[in-house]
């Protein structure tokens, strides 16, 4: 009845709940507050009203919109906690209905469902499944709750076996409902209580001497008699309490749950579960090992053909591209997987474009952000708490779980859910027990184009649910059949979709859904899907790549097919647990088909047919732009016009990359930012400003918005100064560790001088920084960070602060915690975080002490209670709900939220966290700003954003949103010399930030005053901003969303995302609201803390005039953190240091709140005669703490075997000691650094992440003792000898109790425990002391071992050594060491492969400078300078230099034009990968062996090493590996597969002209090149001299490209020969490539002499004479002539070695300008192109023979003079001044008297070039820019007139042969996409993307 009218009555706007119409329970329900329970509820207090039983729930509501039918109790249960799991809980449960029948029921089952009522709590729904199934199922209350709420019964080998068998059993029956919870319950007869499996909720009970038993969330809310207490318990994790009212039983747990486990047959029943070897066997010998599914056979190839194998990366799989396969993916992701068993790690940060604005066709995966546990819930630590996590799984059609039989067990059991090709295809061809599997093509025809995606969808899901109801077992989505014909839909659409559609078809349950797909792969990946419903998930193309790689010596050849598929699947479980560990979720089973993730930028109508129910805020993408996408990806794979795909893509998602995704930090960016905050320069920082926008624009939710302005803006002097503006900054929390002491300081310093904040992260700081500091230099944090890690949170840290920052979360990786290894944890660190140099640092996930929204209040609480001055500031990260979980927060009191972005930096992180969870903070900042303002909660906090915030513009927006304050993380340490290398996680940040290296650090060169300029323009531009919006106080900004508005010049994807929801103004959802945040106070009510009391008392002892106090009382539950504020003032007057031991003696009497004793500093001692509760001496500063049971107790209560403290007790304590006489609940002695603590007894995870201290345990402990513990040690009385068993073994060593000192130290400590609390263990101990010992064990962690061991040798070298006895000195021998010895190549290279270090190689390797062949011998040839022999042999170590930056400069604007792909060829020569860095190189470089030779190496200038050491050696590999190339053969014709049949025409053939004719050909496009000179090459051939540039290396690539279909056509003048207007109309487009081929003459008197030349005359005359041409020389000979060459550039100094090697008399070069400087010039700063002096080659030859350099510097020609007769004699000439007028221009002034006159015969003007020729410009009627080189728009090659295009020096302006190359690449993709509509030809770096026309 109650279900019926429950689904009929309720209708919009009408609700209905029935509360209970039990006949044995009443259920009182209301949003009310405990006190008014009594007076809503008139019979609660009525004294005839009577009951045997009562159970009740009152709680902290975070939720902030409560309902009636939402409150606790529900109908029979409440429940303290969060089920996680909740979505896929609900949506099997539905899922089953369509299994289900029931004999009780019969027909009418139907008419119960849903069973889960609609707009339900989590409470609600877990309410509804078990009343479920104990009135249908079957089950009776208790086996319902364990069948829901089951013990992690997986991993526990000490489990009995008939309960697991049960637990096995009931998994197959229902997934957990996952989450941290204390669940109570009752029918009316059973009333009972049980724990989730993680022990994450605190529960206590007493038992009394009068049959009643209590049970609460803390001991002290039943007052009784001591004498009448028989027990004081807690629940266990996993465990339940029941009481039996008819039988008047208490149940224990083990007897309960085994009379369960024995109520049916579960261990017969769970025999017919099977497994996947059941299956193989049963098709023994019927596969071949090599069946045709094993093995691609489908479009692996473009076309069959391999003669151009090496030219495609990894094997050339097409599939790899359609899937969306990077480089990046198989070298950062998949790579390390598989060799590693690991996910690679990475750092800084996630800046890349979120999917929704990625113009580069992200998969569906990228859409999705995983959500994480934050405040609510707490995250588990997957590693240390493995014994939670369960990745095992029963698959398959499940039965009906109404009756409980065999049939449940009727499915496959995996113990993880990636299947490997061969379990695929045993699957697929199985008929085991009758099953049999069905596969889905999820592909359709390419021809039916974007819009064959939604009937496609239609067609799998209706083909899944046909299949389910014919019988088959198991449903393979397969998307094997992608390839040129067939477009695959994305597994993870299709998946969505047919899950959901099974569901709601009622048929989920009757089919596994296996995926075989090629397109996930990485943990990410596999996450979404199994978040959608996947059940196993074979990714076919990952293992195949794989094994190709194998083949192609990539991966070891030694590792089997099992191996790769052995480690990747380690790799994926360590993946997927640290993914559901980051939601609270421990069971696999749980997890599937939850869908715990958010979506950003995906519209309505894919989330409702494909993601239902998934959160989707901001719109975003159709199914016609998932369409076209694919369509695109399909075009890149496939297209007919091969082009440059056949290399796999890479455009830099992880790193940046030239051409690639958009970053925010792009090295314009980085470099304008590093320029303007050092120079303090505005115009500068307005570069910065805009390179900044741009990226954002690309990259950001905010970037898709813009301000309202004021037509006219309010003058700026009316807006607030930016001195006020500043002091809403704040850095990021950045530890000292993370990065250097030396950055951390520097922040501080700065933060301090402009009044802002900096934060000290988690690190924590050392006294000597909050000390007596100097204002100037201040380098006190005034944030101080408590996170989970708990480093040296001592109560002289805490009372030393502004603001206290609780971090619940990270934004780089929400849900994550952390490690700082041994080898970073210098002396330094160590102190600062009380811990032992070189033992590693764990911070958990924070899950310790911070269960709940109510242990989050409590911290809050602590913390003021610790420094009431101070602001309690709590860290969130944005994700769907964060406004509601803000609220709750600020309910719990917080001052301060800080809102962080998913992108958010951090020191390490696996790339998953990075890239995939959290969301942005616009997104976060703009909920939590309105569900503040909607619960009127504004006001009592202040709000902050953070995340990436890097310019005025960001915190306007942020302001506008709702922001009061803003972090900066990533900025500052850019402004202080970062470089994004992204190398954190290394220790090798070069610039001595992220980094502990002494020898890095000393690279530091950061200053505070650089970070304050930053500020401060940041701040000028926030006012501009302001100006321009008409508002003048900063505080009017904050929520004005009316003031922003989405862009209308957005790109087509950003145009789909609707920004209504972030842009709603909260002032309209509650008018009149304050919303100045933290104008008014939280109430904390410390005026009444007891403590006011005590520090009365004490204040003597304080003030110093008593030296001891003593203090009796009493206290209460509802006293928390007691002695905290005491302790504040004491560590406020003394410090670190506190008052002498036993200064403040204060005796207590009850049962003390939470935190008692929190954060006690030395010199006091606290002794409770009682209970206490949760949290016990959590960070104890020094104070000791005594706790022993009341007195007068039954004379049979023994302390050992009952309760005395909570959980979490002495978390992160740092000193002091502890004895509590009883035993302590679960995670005792959690995160210690220095405590002594003595206890009898402690639960599950005790001394987990100790780092120090002694603690010692009289008693048994609970599972998983010491995990992560890599410090301290710890005592254990093991009585029954069972401890080895429940002992996390990774890192300790277990010991006898032997060793004198460590004999002795327990004795004594046993002594004090005795003395201090009476215990009768500790005096049986002593009786028999040191025989007792041998029952002991001494858990010692290995690293702290070894640190010891360090300490003691190092402290053992600082003695002076004794006198050793003389020993006779052997023989040294010949051989000292193998690195000394080698000499032969072979061992030379096997030294190098032994030793050569890629990691530290930069600091290790100097860099090679001799690359020229000896001048002395040189310049007696003709032939190349270039010593290429020397240069090889040290290439690896050269290249073992380069970092492979996360930001390679080397590859940015101000490196290589072309974007050439330098650190990954440079580490693939590094691994001797010659082919493959081949492959890289041709993909932005047609002609390396050009640049190799030519090119003056701007890449090298930008180089990151070059900002403090030499950088790497660029050019010299690039020419190697050419050069190797065609040596060995690789470089053949490649004519194009297939011609376009249009024809275009090249005019010039430089290196512009013959890069432009390469690219159309591969296009396929017919080139003709015309050339007016007799050869091929331009200025390749007649110009640069054959020293430098070899004409055979230039003939020997026209005839490749000949070969290859190009045709050359010379002695062509074009314009004269023949008309540029006819190759207009014969071709379809005509490219000019003329070259700037105009000579600068110089004007002065005699110009017209004989002698006079342009240097271009001079060489070009030469080079043909050398080519064999016939030509007279002899008037351009410069042999026995005294030569002048004006003009001291490139050309200059060609014409400076001709001339010295045609036989020159003497050589001088006049050059106008100054002599540059040795170093970088102030305005000349890095990453800019050098301009410092240099020697080229014919200068150091020009010195060699003559003694003198050849540079004439401050040269200014006045005249030639004439020898009479007409012929030059010799040049008159001046020095001159250059100064800077009050403009800040140069200005050049003759230097009076300083005239000379040079003898000359022969002088060469090489003064540059004015731009191309004429007559052809002239002939076309092209339009000429104002240097008057041919016009074109700004980064575009098509000129005025219709189907001319022009490029290179004609188009730039004189340059250089890398700028030529680049140029003529691009004009070939502009002129390919007017020919054909769209081009697949890459962009600079290389990478291609779809051009399209116009
Ligand atoms: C002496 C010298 C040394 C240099 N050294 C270096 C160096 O070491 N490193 C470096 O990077 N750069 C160097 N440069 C610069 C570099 O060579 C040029 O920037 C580059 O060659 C420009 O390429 P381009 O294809 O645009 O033009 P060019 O190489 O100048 O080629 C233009 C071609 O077009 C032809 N042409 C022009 N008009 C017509 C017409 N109407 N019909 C038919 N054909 C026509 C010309 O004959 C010429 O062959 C040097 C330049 C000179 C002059
Ligand atoms: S082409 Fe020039 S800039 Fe580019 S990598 Fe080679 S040497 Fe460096
Ligand atoms: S060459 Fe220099 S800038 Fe480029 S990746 Fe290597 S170290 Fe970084």
Sequence with gaps: MKKQATHRIPRPGCRFYVCSLSTTTIVYKGQLTSDQLWTYFGDLSNPEFETFMALVHTRFSTNTFPSWERAHPLRLMAHNGEINTLRGNVNLMKAREGVMESSLFGDDLSKLYPVVEPNLSDSGAVDCCLEFLVMAGGRSLPEAIMTMVPEAWQNDSLMN????????????????????????FTDGRYIGAILDRNGLRPSRYYVTKDRVLVMASEVGVYDTEPENILQKGRLKPGRMLLVDTLEKVVSRDEELKLQIARSRPHSEWIEEQFTLSDMYAAHEGELTPESPLSVSHVNGTVNGDDSGAMMRTFGGDRRLSIFGYTIETLNMLLLPMVTTQKEALGSMGNDAPLACLSDFQPLLYDYFKQLFAQVTNPPIDPFRERIVMSLACPIGPEANILEPSAKQCHRIFLKNPILSLQDLEVIKATNYR??????????????????GLIPALDRIASEACQAARDGYQLLVLSDRMAGPERLPVSTLMALGCTHHNLIEERQRMKVGLILETGEAREVHHMCVCLGYGADAICPYLVFETMSTLRSEGVINSSMSEADIFKNYCAAMERGLSKVMAKMGISTLQSYKGAQIFEAVGISEEVINKCFKGTASRIGGVTFETIGTELLERHMLSYGERECDMLVLRNPGFYHWRSGGEKHINDPVSIANLQDASRTNNKSQYDKFKESSQESTKACALRGQLELVKLEKPIDISEVEPAAEIVKRFATGAMSFGSISIESHTTLAIAMNRVGAKSNTGEGGENASRYINQDPENNKRSAIKQVASGRFGVTASYLANADDLQIKMAQGAKPGEGGELPGYKVSEDIAKTRHSVPGVGLISPPPHHDIYSIEDLAELIYDLKCANPRARISVKLVSEVGVGVVASGVAK?????????????????????????????????????HQTLVLNNLRSRVVLQADGQIRCGMDVVIAALLGADEFGFSTAPLIVMGCTMMRKCHLNTCPVGIATQDPVLRKKFEGKPEHVVNYLFLLAEEVREHMASMGVRKFQELIGRTDLLRKRDSCSDKAKLLDFSQVLKNALHMRPGVNIVGGSIAQDFGLDNHLDQTILAEAQPVLDGSLETVTINTTIHNEVRAFGSTLSYHIALKYGEEGLPNNSIVINLQGSAGQSFCA????????????????????????????????????????????????????????EGSAFFRGVAAERFCVRNSGATAVVEGVGDHGCEYMTGGRVLILGPTGRNFAAGMSGGIAYILDKSGDFKNKCNPQMVELLPLEKED????????????HDKTGSQVAANLLTDWPAQASQFTKVFPYEYQRALNQLAEAEAAAQPAPEKPRVEAKPEPSVRDIEDSVTDATMEKKRLEKILDKTRGFIKYKRETAMYRSAEKRVKDWDEIYNMDSVRRGLRVQAARCMECGVPFCQSSHGCPLGNIIPKWNDLIFNNNWKEALNQLLQTNNFPEFTGRVCPAPCEGACVLGINEMPVTIKNIECSIIDHAFEQGWIKPEPPLTRSGKKVAVVGSGPAGMAAAHQLNKAGHLVTVFERNDRIGGLLQYGIPTMKLSKEVVQRR??????????????????????????????????LCLGATWPRDLPIPNRQLEGIHFAMAFLETWQKKQMGNKIDHTSLTAKDKDVIVIGGGDTGCDCIGTSLRQGAKSITTFEILPQPPPSRGRDNPWPTYPRVFKVDYGHEEVKLKFGRDPREYNTLTKEFLDDGNGKVSGVRSVKVEWTKDESGRWKMQEVEGSEKVYKADLVLLAMGFLGPERYIINELELEQDPRSNICTPPGKYATTVDKVFAAGDCRRGQSLVVWAINEGRQAAREVDAYLMGTSTLPVSGGVVQITQKG
């Design 1598 to 1631: 026209v005839d490749l490209m000949r070969e290859e279909g190009i045709t050359f056509k010379t002695n062509v003048n074009v314009g004269k020969d023949i008309s540029a207007k006819d190759l207009q109309e014969e071709f379809d487009a005509v490219l």
């Design 892 to 928: 719990g009191k917080a001052e301060h939220i800080t809102i962080s972005g998913h992108d958010g930096g951090t020191g390490a992180s696996s790339w998953t966290g990075i890239k995939s969870a959290g969301l942005p903070w616009e997104l976060g900042i703009s909920e939590t």
């Design 161 to 184: 076996k008939e309960k697991r068998d049960f637990y096995r059993w009931a998994a197959c029956a229902m997934e957990p409902w996952d989450g941290p919870a204390l669940m109570t």
């Design 1302 to 1313: 460590d004999l002795e130290f327990v004795e004594n400590l046993l002594r004090q425990f």
């Design 434 to 451: 009758g099953w049999r599997t069905h596969v889905i093509d999820i592909t359709y025809p390419v021809s039916e184009g974007s819009e």
């Design 1159 to 1214: 954060f006690l500093a030395r010199g006091v001692t606290v002794t409770l005669e009682g209970d206490s509760n949760d949290y016990v001496a959590k960070g104890l500063s020094g104070g000791e703490v005594v706790i022993y049971p009341q007195k007068n107790l039954p004379e049979d209560y023994k302390s050992e075997d009952n309760i005395i403290v909570g959980n979490v007790c002495l978390y992160g304590a740092t």
